[in-house]
């Protein structure tokens, strides 16, 4: 699965590289995927937006077994 999470990240990366912000896969155990928001993204206040409305929903749709993804502290 968590080479499943790793492509799906890769085809949301261009968006948040657009914007000066990156992602990267922490882990996945049991259906909850941690990742780590990088650049313009870690420090910026709509970056639980992307979280949930972008990241979580893209693998959600695209990888039934994802159950949430948070974010690495």
Not at 8 to 29: F, H, S, T, W, Y
Not at 40 to 51: D, H, K, N, R
């Given at each position: 699965?968590?080479?499943?999470?790793?492509?799906?990240?890769?085809?949301?990366?261009p968006m948040?590289?657009a914007?000066g912000?990156?992602?990267e896969?922490?882990?996945?155990?049991?259906?909850?995927?941690?990742?780590?928001?990088?650049?313009?993204?870690?420090?910026?206040?709509?970056?639980?937006?992307?979280l949930?409305?972008?990241?979580?929903r893209?693998?959600?749709?695209?990888?039934?077994?994802?159950k949430?993804?948070v974010?690495?502290i």
């Amino acid at each position: 699965m968590k080479e499943k999470v790793r492509n799906v990240i890769n085809k949301i990366r261009p968006m948040l590289q657009a914007d000066g912000g990156d992602v990267e896969l922490v882990d996945c155990v049991d259906g909850v995927v941690t990742v780590r928001l990088k650049g313009a993204c870690a420090g910026c206040p709509m970056s639980q937006m992307t979280l949930r409305n972008g990241i979580e929903r893209t693998l959600k749709k695209e990888i039934p077994e994802v159950k949430s993804v948070v974010q690495a502290i």
